[in-house]
């Protein structure tokens, strides 16, 4: 059996856990999606690690492929590290750090975030008035939550904003359809991110996202003005945007069926699931 651990019940990570899980069942692998307290109790022939730090695992180091989500102190730890059998990165970004922190693998690997397309779909946008959004955590990454607001007070009462917050208004993992349902694009200022996955399941929603984040994976995917907007700036460089798009909805329209027919295509489930096989495979050949 191949385990894909998550980090917390009813997060983001879990969903693409049990995601993966299915679709490697599709493709004649058993697998299961646990939760930390199980895989310190299962030792499994391969084992897809997402928590950032994890201790007292049951499966063997060398089973292991550590999916890298996240940059700095969110990291796994140097510990672990070293004997993980392999390591994938969730952007390239993060990867040059991570091959920075471990000289000695060979290889790291490159797996994008990937989204179930059954639970995210492209929903029709026809509204008069131009719906901004924002997913988050608004403490851990107060400084973002900061842009994000003065972004918001220069745009209003031109835009409608929504937020589904972590703590303030957050919104349960089985109602961010509905979320991405009711905006017309998803706005990430954050400094750095393997993701973010909200952006992906924006995506697969036909919400293409504002991004300034250059170090994420969403920055790398996305073709500016294709698929989403990449801005190297600011504030004011992507509250300038925004107010573009406001008065021209038809060309926003035009970006979100492009948006949406990349993310679900390109970025889906199964889709990426397919790039963990030769590791699974790999994995469950080396002894314990």
């Not at 990937?114 to 008069?128: G, L, Q």
């Not at 945007?241 to 489930?269: G, P, W």
Request: hydrophobic fraction near 40%; charged fraction near 25%; include cysteine.
């Amino acid at each position: 059996m191949v385990t894909i651990v998550y980090d917390v019940e009813g997060w983001a990570m879990h969903q693409e856990a049990v995601g993966l899980a299915k679709a490697l069942n599709k493709l004649g692998v058993v697998a299961k999606a646990v939760n930390q307290t199980q895989a310190r109790q299962i030792e499994a022939e391969a084992q897809i690690l997402f928590p950032r730090q994890m201790h007292n695992i049951k499966t063997p180091l060398r089973k292991i492929i550590a999916k890298y989500v996240s940059y700095g102190k969110y990291d796994f730890t140097q510990e672990n590290g070293e004997n993980f059998g392999f390591i994938a990165c969730a952007a390239k970004s993060l990867m040059e750090e991570v091959k920075i922190k471990f000289p000695f693998k060979k290889e790291i690997y490159y797996i994008t975030p990937a989204v179930d397309t059954s639970i995210y779909k492209p929903t029709k946008k026809d509204r008069k008035k131009l719906v901004v959004g924002f997913a988050g955590n608004e403490k851990r990454r107060e400084k973002q939550f900061h842009l994000i607001k003065q972004v918001q007070g220069l745009t209003e009462p031109f835009v409608e904003w929504k937020m589904a917050l972590m703590f303030e208004n957050r919104i349960p993992i089985d109602k961010m359809p509905l979320f991405y349902e009711e905006i017309d694009l998803l706005l990430t200022m954050s400094t750095s991110e393997g993701g973010p996955l909200v952006g992906f399941e924006a995506g697969c929603c036909g919400v293409p996202a504002i991004t300034t984040t250059k170090r994420s994976s969403l920055w790398e995917v996305i073709e500016d003005g294709v698929s989403g907007y990449k801005i190297d700036g600011e504030v004011e460089a992507v509250a300038e945007k925004i107010l573009f798009l406001a008065k021209n909805l038809d060309c926003l329209r035009k970006v979100q069926r492009q948006c949406s027919e990349f993310f679900q295509t390109h970025l889906s489930i199964e889709a990426v699931t397919p790039l963990y096989l030769p590791l699974i495979k790999e994995a469950a050949k080396r002894r314990a």
